[in-house]
């Protein structure tokens, strides 16, 4: 199939520089948002997101001539919708003993009631946004159908899941594999075709259900890992293992790879895709639903880790080293960090955090200092949550200049238990079997 306009409805961290990279692969892009300040940004040449070589390929996108915002879809040849799928605030759903988050799959709904107008025949439609099983052929075809349409008769219809991983996603979203699911084998030639125009990595054809569980599936098996990880280092604590010696060594087995444990899992993915699943099925994944518990609850554990270290909380000042959800990203979105500053406070702890990558971050209820001397100048404890270059990079003898504490807690094991000893630190290690007292 023949390409030559394109419409990507939501400019998030996947859909501009999906936009942006057809466009400088020659394709004509409109994309599409319903926020008039993202469209008002970008049609000055400024982007409103933070990735690295982002701001590079959207000047060349606008340099081509062949990107441009608008608040409203036009006809195209194909349609790409990777808009937020996020969980409900507070509606829940249950099961027996279990309580579970809903997917809130509005945006999807709008994005594709949007389509509708334009929508012709031959035209392809394709979701990228992580979404639960069957709503491409339940949720999404029943809507564009409103045009009169037949979904796989008159228009392709896919379901294709961004893979990339922020920090790195021009680059992932040329060179990764990418799967197409289609509601027809057509469909998903159709879809093929039209990644194959900046896909270098192997592009793999299948149904649309299917893509959609390999995705949730990913992200839902590396959620069961971390959550494993996590309970091996309490367990390594209980034994007196260090279990950052032990997990490289049980990775040295040919068939065996355990992630990192740490202070919980956050991020718009990983925190909330296997929920997908559990909304889907609760009868069918108590492990899927219990690796999520165990690592929602990692903050809490860590906080016990700090009272324990500390004798109380009360009135303590703590430096929390990180507030994003992972290392050398500005992404707060269901930081596990944040979480570990909000139950701190809650237990009578005055905690002043730092955070490089957004020093100017508001986040209600919690104090960014300016920098990371600030941070830690009056500190009792220094807390690392986030594993920063810069954090990493930090000496333990500098460190102890600049500030009163003596006792740092590292839960990602950022620091060397002998230099901050020598440099007169009570060092403590989340997992390092020597728990404090
Ligand atoms: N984390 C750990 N231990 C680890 C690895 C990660 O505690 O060993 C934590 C991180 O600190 C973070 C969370 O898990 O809080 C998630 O981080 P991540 O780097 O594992 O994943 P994301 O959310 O940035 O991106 C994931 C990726 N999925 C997989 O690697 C299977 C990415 O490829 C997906 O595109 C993305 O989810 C998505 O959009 O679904």
Redesign the pocket.
Known sequence: MNYNKICVIGLG??GLPTASTFAMHGVETLGVDITPAIIETLNRGDIHIHEPGLREAFTKALQSEKFRASLKPEEADAFIIAVPTPFKGTETGSFNDITYKLADMSAVIAAAESVVPYLRKGNVVILES?SPPRTTIDLVAPILEKSNLKAGIDFHLCYS???????QILR?LIE?SRVIGGVTPESAKAGADLYSIFVKGQIIQTDATTAEMV?LM??T???V??AV??EFSRLADKFGVDVWEAIPIANLHPRVKI?????????????V?PWFFVEAAPELTPLIYHSRQV?DA?PHFVVDVVKRSLGSLQGKKIAALGLA???D?D?LR???AAEVVHILQKEGAQVLACEPFKPDAKLPGITIAPTLDDAIRDADAILLL??HTEFIELTAETVAQKTKARTAIDT?NGWDVAQWQNAGFHLVKLGSGKPPQ
């Not at 899941?161 to 920090?167: A, D, M, Q």
């Not at 992630?259 to 925190?271: D, M, N, Q």
């Open positions: 961290y996947i992580t899941p961004e893979r990339v991983l922020p920090g992932e990764n995705k990913e992200n098996y590396r959620d890992n971390i990880a996590n992630l990192s444990p740490g202070p919980g899992v956050g991020g718009h993915c990983i925190s895709d690592n990692q959800y992972k290392p990203v992404d269901e930081s596990p986030v594993r990602v």
